[in-house]
């Protein structure tokens, strides 16, 4: 049986242990990265195919004729022509829920710094402002306790829910958001309800229509002064103008966000000025703890010995 991971770079950093998957194959030929025009030379005799984000249209199947799986090292399926592969009876398989603690344990991260204005202390201590203090100590930044506060949570999907078990460890009163033209079920409050409420609003739904600029002018104006948002979700359910805005005004005390709408940010982004106040952005990077891309190798592993027993699980076509 041959095999092809046509984007490992995008998952391993010379960190991996890859020879589980390897075992799995006679053989089996890692490509760093592969361009478009590289696509077809590379699948066209395999049997099985990974890729992370190398697109895999119904041009490059159809030269693919002994293609039997392919194995996305990701939750996302954007990158692979679903019709195509359901024509040629190709079955195609997605890693799950690899990221959660990762992404939960960032989210947590990310509430603290702003909490704590620790980016602020470290700052002002590595320029001297410590040196100059009257006192033992310097207080210059606010600092807040997480304890006694309210979290809302938009999304409590798995994720959702890792965060809020973390946050009430903290001793924090989480309240969870129905979304907006949403039937509000029991233990959920209505969206716009629960926005002046809180204290700290963080984001772990999808990306779709309906959650597409989801926080907005509106949005912001109906937060406390006071409150943080926390964006480890997707760019687009942020306005990033308004974002930008609110905090320039201080509509909102803080936000810290890991997505952007666009990634990377090669053309730049409204977000990247220089005179936004108390905004944290990490690079798309919540979810890429060694432990959970290691995570990943062992789904895959799991998906392929699946497909070979006749018990296909993880199956997205």
């Known amino acids: 049986m041959k095999g092809v991971f046509l984007d490992y770079s995008s998952l391993d950093k010379n960190d991996l ?5 390897k075992s ?7 490509y760093a990265s592969t361009t478009p025009e590289q696509v077809l030379e590379r699948i066209q005799e395999a049997d099985v195919v990974i890729s992370n984000k190398v697109v895999l249209n119904a041009e490059h199947l159809q030269h693919a004729q002994n293609l039997k799986l392919i194995l996305i090292s990701a939750t996302g399926t954007n990158n692979v022509d679903l019709v195509q592969t359901k024509q040629q009876g190709i079955v195609v398989c997605n890693c799950q829920g690899y990221g959660t603690a990762a992404v939960a344990q960032h989210t947590i991260a990310l509430m603290l710094v ?3 204005s ?9 320029q001297g402002e410590w040196n100059k203090s009257p006192i033992f100590c310097l207080l210059d930044f606010p600092i807040v306790e997480l304890s006694g506060k309210t979290l ?3 999304g409590y999907g798995e994720l959702g829910q890792a965060v809020a078990r973390l946050a009430e460890a903290f001793g924090m009163h989480v309240v969870v958001a129905a979304l907006p033209n949403r039937t509000v079920d029991a233990g959920r409050v209505p969206f716009a309800e629960l926005l002046p409420q809180v204290d700290f609003l963080t984001l772990h739904c999808p990306l779709t229509t309906e959650t597409e600029n989801l926080i907005g002018e509106a ?4 937060m406390k002064s006071s409150a943080f948002l926390i964006n480890c979700a997707r760019g687009g359910i942020v306005n990033e103008q308004a974002l930008a805005n609110a905090l320039r005004q ?8 890991d997505v952007l ?13 220089d005179d936004i106040p108390n905004l944290i952005i990490t690079p798309h990077s919540a979810w890429g703890s060694v432990d959970a891309r290691q995570r990943i190798v062992s789904q895959m592993i799991e998906n392929l010995n699946a497909f070979i027993d006749g018990n296909v699980i993880r199956q997205v076509n």
């Open 114 to 116: 702003l909490a704590t």
């Open 24 to 30: 799995c194959f006679d053989d089996f030929q890692l």
């Open 118 to 126: 620790l980016i602020k202390y470290d700052h002002a201590v590595k």
């Open 261 to 273: 709408t666009v990634e990377p940010p090669k053309q730049g982004n409204i977000l990247l000025a």
């Open 152 to 154: 809302g949570i938009v």
């Open 250 to 257: 201080g509509q909102i005390a803080g936000a810290a966000t």
């Open 17 to 21: 242990d890859f020879s589980g998957l």
């Open 219 to 222: 949005e912001f104006a109906a």
